[in-house]
């Protein structure tokens, strides 16, 4: 389950931050670079 380019956000514990095709609506790190979900 994997993307096509293995670049996916993921949160520190690995678990993927894909929700239904959507990310998940509320802050989360990846590579130590603050990201902002709508």
Request: glycine share 8%; net charge neutral; proline share 13%.
């Amino acid at each position: 389950m994997d993307a096509p380019n293995g670049a996916q956000p993921r949160l520190k514990n690995g678990d993927p931050v894909i929700v239904e095709g959507k990310l998940i609506p509320r802050r989360y790190k990846v590579d130590e670079v603050d990201h902002f979900a709508p």
